[in-house]
């Protein structure tokens, strides 16, 4: 039992104080062990600079080589030290312990796995560093180490004996004990170095955990806001507006588009669902003045119909008077229109067949709403003009028609390829079908199946990623407690390697998230928009709280490991 004994090193007391004991091993005491064991994943140059950085010293290269022929050893810095021998093994650990100039260096059997001739050169390595004023402590079983020993104590029946005794007696000063405080760029560096050499693992770990968070989060996000989107829009009156172009797959408007032959046109108008078809186009316009301002601003020309019911597509309205100029809420900010506000525009325009007209003083109704622009144009900043406004093309290369009722609306693609099957046909409420399936059914079905699957998977992986983790990083967190990590330092190596793989999973979910959500709007032409402050928050609660759980079960078994343990090599 040790109850009662006081322990001394030099003039300091210890007791069970945690941070004056790591301070010591920290500062004032290097540790070779029997295993000689390494920071594995670090060079040579980088496992002694590791040493030197608990004391806080700042070690190059220079000093590095210096240390390396103090103890014999001709070798490349950036060489990995798994490529080393026992022999040199074990003086790059003598060089490490070194590093940090501690006042006292302990050695666990340095010589037991070495051949005579190593186990010489370590033995006069030692005696030499004695005769410089280090104090060395060795635990031996070699009758040769124990020979070649100024002082020798024997341990029998669990009582200290002295052997023997040389007439060398060192000078001892008093120590001063100072707290080292390791800085938050201890922590970065030290995690930065781990991932360097495990790359491919962590690579790995962030892409699958990526695809996982960004499945689960962005799933329920998509579908809130596609009901949202149908909910706000009102999309009854969108449902009846389909377009044509004569292609056999979709294309957005261009003025390059084929042209649609007049028989086609005429055949698609006599469909019975169809109440109306309009060629479709948009002219260029790069100046316009608002209110007698001048801006120069790139912009299109759309027509529009009355069958659109525009007005129920305006975010606010700007006049009394419907069915006039409208204009897209892009546009609207960049012409700096406010709600409450009177508006004239005046502008010219040009249109693909070159037919050029001017409108002035139109009076401006309203502003649309950005999701309920045509889906079918790539343009954002936009003036809306009714078709009796505006000049009659000389050729048509996309029709924009209307249905009577919106039941017919998932028929007319079959009517319209009836009459040419290379003809494509986009509409709003065959954008939002899947199939025989209306979207909302669909999203409303899988989306919770998606979140709980992704969930479960994301659980089931971080399980069997931290697992690996605690097993392969035992000995490493047990080798910086050794060398002087206090336990409110290990909690805080911990936690900052977790912020940082928090940060890293929540960025690349994020990106991946928006890559989804421009797929899902290009795939079924919906205008919804990605709240990125929402998203960032929901990527990073949700990422940090399934880490966080696993994270303290890590800390619990990196803080029960007794250091004897792996002093005694049973790591």
Same mark, same amino acid.
């Given at each position: 039992?040790?109850?009662?004994?006081?322990?001394?090193?030099?003039?300091?007391?210890?007791?069970?104080?945690?941070?004056?004991?790591?301070?010591?091993?920290?500062?004032?005491?290097?540790?070779?062990?029997?295993?000689?064991?390494?920071?594995?994943?670090?060079?040579?140059?980088?496992?002694?600079?590791?040493?030197?950085?608990?004391?806080?010293?700042?070690?190059?290269?220079?000093?590095?080589?210096?240390?390396?022929?103090?103890?014999?050893?001709?070798?490349?810095?950036?060489?990995?030290? /798994?490529?080393?021998?026992?022999?040199?093994?074990?003086?790059?650990?003598?060089?490490?312990?070194?590093?940090?100039?501690?006042?006292?260096?302990?050695? %666990?059997?340095?010589?037991?796995?070495?051949?005579?001739?190593?186990?010489?050169?370590?033995?006069?390595?030692?005696?030499?560093?004695?005769?410089?004023?280090?104090? *060395?402590?060795?635990?031996?079983?070699?009758?040769?180490?124990?020979?070649?020993?100024?002082?020798?104590?024997?341990?029998?029946?669990?009582?200290?004996?002295?052997? !023997?005794?040389?007439?060398?007696?060192?000078?001892?000063?008093? =120590?001063?004990?100072?707290?080292?405080?390791?800085?938050?760029?201890?922590?970065?560096?030290?995690?930065?170095?781990? *991932?360097?050499?495990?790359?491919? @693992?962590?690579?790995?770990?962030?892409?699958?955990?990526?695809?996982?968070?960004?499945?689960?989060?962005?799933?329920?996000?998509?579908?809130?806001?596609?009901?949202?989107?149908?909910?706000?829009?009102?999309?009854?009156?969108?449902?009846?507006?389909?377009?044509?172009? %004569?292609?056999?797959?979709?294309?957005?408007?261009?003025?390059?588009?084929?042209?649609?032959?007049?028989?086609?046109?005429?055949?698609?108008?006599? #469909?019975?669902?169809?109440?109306?078809?309009?060629?479709?186009?948009?002219?260029?316009?790069?100046?316009?003045?608002?209110?007698?301002?001048?801006? %120069?601003?790139?912009?299109?020309?759309?027509?529009?119909?009355?069958?659109?019911? #525009? &007005?129920?597509?305006?975010?606010?309205?700007?006049?009394?008077?419907?069915?006039?100029?409208? *204009? !897209?809420?892009?546009?609207?900010?960049? =012409?700096? $229109?406010?709600?409450?506000?009177?508006?004239?525009?005046?502008?010219?325009? /040009?249109?693909?067949?070159?037919?050029?007209?001017?409108?002035?003083?139109?009076?401006?109704?309203?502003?649309?709403?950005?999701?309920?622009?045509?889906?079918?144009?790539?343009?954002?900043?936009?003036?809306?003009?009714?078709?009796?406004?505006?000049?009659?093309?000389?050729?048509?290369?996309?029709?924009?028609?209307?249905?009577?009722?919106?039941?017919?609306?998932?028929?007319?693609?079959?009517?319209?390829?009836?009459? %040419?099957?290379? =003809? @494509?046909?986009?509409?709003?409420? #065959?954008?939002?079908?899947?199939?025989?399936?209306?979207?909302?059914?669909?999203?409303?079905?899988?989306?919770?199946?998606? /979140? $709980?699957? @992704?969930?479960? #998977?994301?659980? =089931?992986?971080?399980?069997?990623?931290?697992?690996?983790?605690?097993?392969?990083?035992?000995?490493?967190?047990?080798?910086?407690?050794?060398?002087?990590?206090?336990?409110?330092?290990?909690?805080?190596?911990?936690?900052?390697?977790?912020?940082?793989?928090?940060?890293?999973? !929540?960025?690349?979910?994020? @990106?991946? $998230?928006?890559?989804?959500?421009?797929?899902?709007?290009?795939?079924?032409? *919906?205008?919804?928009?990605?709240?990125?402050?929402?998203?960032? &928050?929901?990527?990073?609660? !949700?990422?940090?709280?399934?880490?966080?759980?696993?994270?303290?079960?890590?800390? $619990?078994?990196?803080?029960?490991?007794?250091?004897?343990?792996?002093?005694?090599?049973?790591?």
């Amino acid at each position: 039992s040790t109850k009662g004994i006081e322990y001394h090193f030099f003039d300091t007391v210890l007791n069970n104080n945690d941070q004056i004991k790591s301070t010591i091993r920290k500062a004032h005491i290097g540790y070779v062990l029997q295993e000689n064991h390494l920071f594995n994943h670090l060079s040579i140059f980088e496992n002694l600079k590791l040493y030197s950085s608990l004391v806080k010293r700042k070690l190059n290269r220079k000093e590095a080589e210096a240390l390396l022929k103090m103890v014999n050893l001709n070798k490349p810095l950036d060489r990995k030290d /798994t490529s080393l021998s026992g022999g040199e093994r074990q003086r790059l650990a003598i060089a490490c312990a070194l590093s940090k100039k501690p006042k006292l260096l302990i050695l %666990d059997e340095p010589t037991s796995a070495l051949d005579s001739k190593n186990a010489q050169m370590v033995i006069d390595i030692l005696k030499a560093l004695a005769k410089q004023g280090l104090m *060395v402590l060795i635990a031996s079983h070699d009758d040769n180490v124990i020979e070649q020993c100024d002082v020798v104590y024997k341990i029998e029946n669990r009582h200290l004996i002295k052997e !023997s005794l040389s007439n060398n007696k060192a000078e001892t000063k008093p =120590l001063k004990i100072k707290k080292i405080h390791l800085g938050l760029s201890f922590y970065i560096n030290y995690y930065y170095q781990y *991932v360097r050499r495990h790359l491919k @693992f962590q690579t790995s770990v962030l892409l699958i955990l990526g695809i996982v968070f960004s499945s689960m989060i962005a799933f329920p996000m998509i579908y809130k806001d596609i009901t949202s989107y149908l909910d706000a829009t009102n999309y009854t009156h969108l449902n009846k507006e389909f377009y044509i172009t %004569d292609t056999n797959r979709y294309k957005n408007y261009s003025p390059n588009l084929p042209q649609i032959d007049d028989w086609k046109i005429e055949r698609i108008a006599k #469909i019975a669902e169809c109440q109306s078809v309009y060629p479709f186009f948009e002219s260029q316009g790069s100046k316009l003045s608002l209110n007698e301002e001048v801006y %120069d601003v790139d912009f299109v020309v759309q027509p529009y119909a009355y069958e659109k019911e #525009i &007005v129920k597509s305006v975010d606010f309205q700007l006049s009394s008077k419907q069915n006039e100029i409208y *204009v !897209s809420d892009t546009l609207a900010s960049k =012409l700096n $229109i406010e709600a409450n506000g009177d508006y004239k525009l005046s502008f010219g325009h /040009t249109m693909s067949d070159q037919q050029t007209q001017s409108l002035e003083n139109m009076i401006i109704s309203g502003v649309i709403d950005q999701r309920k622009i045509n889906s079918y144009s790539h343009s954002t900043a936009i003036v809306y003009v009714p078709y009796s406004y505006l000049p009659t093309p000389q050729t048509t290369n996309a029709l924009v028609g209307y249905v009577k009722e919106e039941m017919f609306a998932t028929s007319i693609a079959g009517f319209v390829h009836y009459i %040419d099957a290379e =003809l @494509f046909v986009k509409g709003k409420l #065959i954008d939002f079908t899947l199939g025989n399936y209306e979207i909302e059914t669909v999203m409303e079905a899988f989306a919770p199946v998606i /979140t $709980i699957g @992704f969930t479960l #998977i994301g659980m =089931l992986m971080i399980g069997l990623i931290y697992a690996k983790y605690i097993k392969n990083r035992q000995l490493e967190i047990n080798l910086l407690k050794i060398n002087g990590l206090n336990k409110l330092e290990i909690i805080n190596l911990i936690v900052v390697e977790l912020l940082i793989q928090t940060v890293l999973i !929540s960025a690349f979910s994020m @990106f991946l $998230i928006t890559v989804l959500y421009r797929f899902i709007k290009s795939l079924l032409g *919906v205008q919804i928009y990605l709240d990125y402050l929402n998203a960032v &928050v929901m990527c990073f609660g !949700s990422v940090l709280g399934f880490m966080l759980i696993p994270s303290v079960v890590a800390l $619990i078994c990196f803080q029960r490991k007794d250091m004897a343990a792996t002093l005694r090599g049973d790591v």
